[in-house]
């Protein structure tokens, strides 16, 4: 299958399982939008179990990097936190759709499959519980539980894919840069908050995602 084809199955995937759901969605109905035969989906892709575990694994993986690159070298925790609160958000408001998937359908899944992915979750989500323990350690951020901030957060900021429009009254930028006043807030952060510098993180994003 060519690499335009795979796009185009990937992305009518996404599209569906977003809005119908994963368990609404069937092989037609993929073979259909991608403009193909149900048996050449099948015979390209395996099934649909595979095509949304690729789409969340792809997914998981890019931000996990990204997360890596938006924290290395970066010893002040509460910089850390910033950084990944606007990944966060930047993210899942300019890949509604795909963001949607990942966060909604993992129940979909099948326990061994599942595994693998909360795995990656996970990775993903240590990053922002060591930055928040950090900063705890240091003094600077004081949750009263340190892990329901993280999980009340990663909500916060998961939400903005269901809501988020460009034609809205805030840019993308500014609306990032409330998120982590917000979240800092949250935290409790005792020091001034880091200036709000996205060039960074705009900088990562443009390389792992590639635009």
């Known amino acids: 299958m060519s690499q335009t084809t795979a796009r185009r199955v990937r992305q009518a995937a996404i599209e569906l399982f977003a809005t119908r759901g994963f368990h609404g969605t069937g092989i037609r109905d993929l073979a259909e939008a991608a403009g193909l035969s149900s048996a050449t989906l099948y015979h390209y892709m395996g099934t649909k ?19 890596k690159q938006v924290t290395s070298d970066v010893p002040d925790p509460l910089d850390r936190v910033s950084r990944l609160v606007a990944l966060h958000v930047l993210t899942h408001a300019s890949q509604q759709l795909e963001t949607r998937v990942v966060d909604g359908e993992i129940r979909a899944l099948s326990d061994a499959r599942r595994s693998e992915i909360i795995a990656l979750r996970d990775e993903y989500e240590a990053f922002w519980q060591s930055a928040i ?39 993308l930028d500014d609306l990032a840069c409330r998120y982590v006043e917000m979240a800092l807030g949250l935290l409790g952060a005792t020091d001034p908050l880091p200036k709000r510098e996205l060039g960074p993180v705009h900088a990562v994003m443009a390389a792992v995602w590639g635009d």
Do not use: H, K, Q
């Open 49 to 67: 179990e595979d095509l949304l575990v690729s789409i969340m694994r792809t997914s998981l993986e890019r931000l996990v990097t990204a997360a």
């Open 133 to 171: 323990d950090d900063g705890c350690s240091r003094g600077s951020l004081r949750p009263s539980s340190r892990r329901v901030a993280r999980l009340a957060l990663l909500e916060m900021c998961s939400g903005i894919s269901r809501w988020y429009s460009p034609d809205g009254p805030f840019t």
